[in-house]
């Protein structure tokens, strides 16, 4: 059976409706909620997407090559019986999926699953008997350097040979400890005997047999947890894993949401979401309480604590359901709720103590998402530069009052102004992006009019999104930190700064992340008729619609923004960003449109004292150093099984580490403060207090935030 197409005013893409379901008659087509949900998907990925893919039989192995190494990425469940096996249908996921056939599906993850339960006596019994450090054996960790196993002696070996590294790891960490705190302890004997005599501590030795059964008792309590946590993946966890293959596969940022996950996933957009406040995570088959949030419903009510262990859950009087053992993912929905409703918690204290803690719900904000400022001064330079710290282009979108990074950020700039600072700089470093509307206002505030961005569909011409406000909230020096993380609205927005020669970027690699593609989600229940509401909800599809455009027509997909002035960075021999994600989209350009190109004044100049700086500064040449020797580690990839040797490796690595510990220390010289107008609303609060300290720690550390400082005071 066959959708209609149906077109959307405004859109170039096509309305999903099922023709058939116009019928009130049983539907063979759709005998349950699987059949149902890849028509649904297979279809909107062929209606929405800017670049459907054509599904074919190369479509077919590539779904089937990514699917394999997502099922088994450390080739230890399958054996090469099995792969042969599979292989015989490589060609046939395509065929699978839009006749909605899931017999191989049902097959591949019955034998998985039989392969998963031998995993599980595997580790059990290799870690209930001691290991031979003395033997000399290596052990392989790049899986692309390995072959499946031919049979299950060489599969039970490879897992030994894992559980032993696991194992070697920790006795050798242990080792060093007791070693240090052994020459702690010479130490100390040579201090005064009444404050030796005060010292309660004491030195326990243990033989490296002693640690050997420890640690073994401890990787087998974490492959415990992981055994669990695998036996409770269901059929729609795997279908879920299934759908997303075949979504990536087409284009990596494009994706099936169960309904939870949508949940979650505006919950990360708009920094809120309505619930207790606490953040949870499984553990031994309970839910635990790893933070409670400042200022949330848990917070307000007192009662629920780190390490306590949530056992039941209950709706206001009704009777609570017992959540041990269960999916966290089926918890999360009866933890969470609409403000003001409550949900009662039974819980097992520390103590042993079990308590029900009675929690009215109400709206968490998570404050550390949103922007924040402060004053930032140098002993050796005059500026005074006003930081904003964006952590993503958030946006709530399903409040109009709701926060909204641009508005956030035009109050900083105000704030920032009414200072008096010489400069403003704001941090995208890590900024994966957010709301498209939000990237264009945000860029109004420094230019006068103008396209910010050009936007393509699959059909039609490029759409310019412009700044129609003729105001520039800010015109002075103006820096963008970027680094290979900083990806899509983060990318649109230095683009764009750069193109009106408005701000300098300064980035730590080469470019930026490189995603030039835009997203937009579709709900997979909106044009089901009732008729299947039964088969619950079906959730959602994240899919790519257009691509973006810098307004010089470039594109920022693949190649993403090349900083102005690139300083060392911790990443800056790694393989990051979106030319190593699976099956990206190509790099394209389109005519630029009209803008009013500019230049940073005196560029060359502030290029080159820069540079000089850096190549004075000894933190930089050790961030370099460190960044290469780094890559040198994770190319290596064969590791000794003999403790003797793995000793060895591991002393001349922390040897070579304490080079490095200098690169975190203060800076001699920078000052950073609060703004006038946040002083109040900080002092009063603790908890907001206590964050803003930790950050300004962290910023006087920063040799980038010194480094910019002196590049605002050279753009004046």
């Known amino acids: 059976m066959k959708f209609t197409k149906k077109k959307i005013v405004g859109l170039a893409a096509l309305c999903i409706g099922l023709a058939a379901f116009q019928s009130n008659s049983p539907d063979p087509d759709y005998p349950n909620r699987e059949s149902l949900l890849m028509d649904v998907v297979v279809q909107s990925l062929e209606f929405y997407h800017y670049a459907p893919a054509k599904f074919d039989d190369a479509l077919s192995q590539k779904v089937f090559d990514v699917y394999l190494e997502r099922m088994d990425n450390g080739k230890r469940f399958f054996l090469q019986e099995d792969i042969d096996l599979f292989l015989q249908h490589r060609n046939e996921f395509d ?5 909605r056939d899931f017999t191989f599906f049902d ?3 019955e034998i998985r699953d039989e392969r ?9 019994e290799i870690l209930d008997k001691p290991f031979d450090f003395e033997k000399k054996e290596v052990f392989e960790t790049n899986n692309e350097k390995i072959d499946y196993a031919k049979n299950e002696d060489e599969l039970y070996d490879r897992w030994r040979k894992m559980l032993k590294y696991r194992v070697l790891l920790d006795v050798e960490s242990k080792l060093s400890k007791q070693e240090k705190q052994g020459e702690e302890k010479a130490t100390e004997e040579e201090e005064d005997k009444d404050e030796q005599e005060n010292k309660e501590e004491k030195v326990t030795i243990k033989t490296i047999a002693e640690l050997e059964k420890e640690s073994r008792e401890k990787i087998k309590k974490q492959f415990d947890r992981w055994s669990k946590n695998i036996n409770q993946d ?15 596969v087409i284009e990596p940022h494009t994706g099936y949401f169960p309904p939870l996950e949508k949940e979650n996933f505006n919950i990360r957009i708009s920094g809120k979401l309505e619930g207790i406040g606490a953040q949870l995570r499984q553990e031994d088959g ?11 419903a848990s917070w307000k009510q007192g009662e629920l604590e780190v390490n306590d262990l949530i056992i039941k859950v209950g709706q206001g009087e009704e009777e609570a359901i017992d959540v041990v053992d269960m999916k966290m ?35 968490v904000v998570l404050e550390e998402s949103y922007a924040k400022s402060a004053i930032i001064q140098h002993g050796k330079n005059k500026s005074k530069i006003g930081l904003i710290d964006l952590p993503s282009f958030y946006a709530d979108f399903k ?14 700039v105000q704030k920032l102004i009414a200072e008096g600072v010489d400069g403003i700089v704001i941090d995208l470093r890590f900024n994966g992006g957010g709301s498209l509307r939000d990237v264009v206002d945000m860029s109004g505030l420094f230019i006068e009019t103008g396209p910010i961005v050009q936007v393509k569909g699959r059909t039609g011409s490029p759409h310019p999104l412009e700044d129609r406000d003729p105001s520039v909230l800010y015109d002075g020096p103006l820096v963008i930190m970027v680094n290979p993380f900083s990806a899509s609205a983060s990318e649109i927005m230095a683009a764009a700064l750069q193109d009106y020669g408005r701000a300098v970027i300064v980035g730590t690699s080469a470019s930026t992340f490189g995603k030039g593609t835009v997203q937009r989600f579709f709900s997979l229940d909106s044009d089901v008729p009732a008729r299947f509401k039964d088969y619950g909800e079906l959730g959602a599809m994240k899919i790519t619609i257009q691509k973006f455009f810098r307004v010089n027509g470039g594109s920022t997909q693949l190649k993403g923004v090349i900083p102005d002035i690139v300083l060392p960075g911790n990443f800056s021999y790694q393989k990051t960003g979106e030319k190593e994600e699976v099956y990206p989209m190509e790099w394209t350009e389109i005519e630029p449109v009209y803008y009013k190109k500019g230049e940073i004044k005196k560029m060359d100049k502030i290029k080159k004292k820069s540079k000089n700086r850096v190549a ?3 933190t930089f040449a050790l961030i370099d150093e460190r960044a290469k020797w780094s890559k040198e580690i994770r190319d290596k990839s064969d590791y000794s099984l003999n403790l003797t040797e793995l000793r060895e490796e591991q002393q001349k690595l922390d040897k070579a580490a304490e080079k490095y510990k200098d690169i975190s220390k203060t800076i001699d010289g920078i000052k950073v403060s609060v703004l006038a107008g946040d002083k109040e609303a900080i002092e009063s609060d603790e908890v907001r207090k206590e964050s803003t300290e930790n950050w300004h720690k962290n910023l006087k550390k920063d040799p980038y935030i010194e480094e910019v400082l002196f590049i605002i005071q050279d753009m004046q």
Do not use: W
């Open 399 to 412: 409040d109009p009052r709701g926060r909204r990074c641009s508005r956030d950020v035009k109050r900083e």
């Open 107 to 109: 097959k591949f993850h």
């Open 95 to 99: 065929n699978d999926a839009l006749k």
């Open 234 to 248: 269901d059929r729609e966890d795997k279908l879920a894993g299934y759908i997303n293959t075949l979504s990536n």
């Open 286 to 296: 309970y839910i635990k309480v790893m933070k409670i949030i400042p200022g949330s």
């Open 329 to 363: 993912d089926d918890v999360l929905p009866m933890i969470r709720g609409i403000k003001g409703s409550e949900v009662r918690l039974t819980v097992k204290k520390s103590s042993g103590v079990i308590a029900v803690i009675p929690i009215v719900r109400d709206v």
């Open 616 to 618: 004075a500064n000894n």
């Open 116 to 124: 998963i339960k031998n995993a599980q006596k595997f580790y059990a």
